[in-house]
Nanobody, 131 residues
């Protein structure tokens, strides 16, 4: 069973940076996809960034050039990071890490469907950006 645990949220002023971490364990396959989804109050969940089995990445247009996703792999344990720079007030949201085992999707395919198809989720970490 895949377990997913996020950390690193917090409060920051606009223009600042935060780094989120997500430790995931229990994968049965080496073909995994992992990513970050956010949900602001009153809004639907939005795929923010994803990394596929070949370490290709994809980002929502709203965060391109400001957010960077990366992964550290260690057999069945993986840690994915989201470096967030140039934060804006509209980035305020609960950020969730999501992981998919035995994932054949490319990063381009995964981003628009990860909110519905990824099966393993963390509890979320709050990011608050004040202007």
């Amino acid at each position: 069973q895949v377990q997913v645990v996020e950390s690193g949220g917090g409060s920051v002023q606009a223009g600042g940076s935060l780094r989120l971490s997500c430790a995931a364990s229990g994968f049965s396959y080496s073909r995994i996809c992992m990513g970050w989804v956010r949900q602001a109050p009153g809004k639907e969940r939005e795929g923010v960034a994803v990394i596929d089995k070949d370490s290709n990445t994809n980002y929502a247009d709203s965060v391109k050039g400001r957010f960077t996703i990366s992964i550290s792999k260690d057999n069945a344990n993986n840690t994915v990071y989201l470096q967030m720079d140039g934060l804006k007030s509209e980035d305020t949201a609960m950020y969730y890490c999501a992981a998919e085992d035995n994932c054949w999707m490319s990063a381009i395919q995964a981003l628009p469907v990860m909110t519905t198809l990824f099966e393993n989720w963390g509890k979320g970490t709050q990011v608050t950006v004040s202007s």
